[in-house]
């Protein structure tokens, strides 16, 4: 994860997982990534025939720096690296308060 003045990038290396088997949420500062990896190798010859599975659910919570606007987040999957770009919210300005005298 780094932090810029105005964004969040998180990537993950999630190799030999198609981009169906992620899913990202967003719950205030906690992104979540989660799915499921599924692989099948079969190999066959003239003398034997053998097939090969492996099945794993992962899960990976991250806190977030900073609030994020959610209707700005982008996920991008390339190569078995997931990345994702999270806008920070903008912060609301202090407002100064004057102080009435009397009634």
């Known amino acids: ?21 992620i ?5 205030g500062k906690l992104l979540t990534i989660c799915g499921e990896k599924k692989q099948e190798k079969e190999e066959s010859d003239e003398h034997y025939h053998r097939v090969e599975s492996s099945f794993g659910l992962y899960k990976r919570t991250i806190e ?9 987040v982008v996920a991008k999957y390339k190569n078995g690296v ?3 770009k999270l806008e920070k919210a903008t912060e609301a300005e202090t407002k100064k308060i004057k102080i009435k005298t009397g009634n």
Not at 23 to 27: E, G, M, P, T
Not at 64 to 72: G, I, W
Request: proline share 5%.
């Open 1 to 21: 994860m780094s932090e810029g003045k105005r964004d969040i990038i998180v990537k993950a290396e999630i190799p030999g997982v198609d981009k169906e088997g």
């Open 82 to 84: 997931l990345k994702i």
């Open 64 to 72: 977030l720096p900073a609030d994020v606007d959610e209707s700005k």
């Open 23 to 27: 899913d990202i949420s967003l719950d």
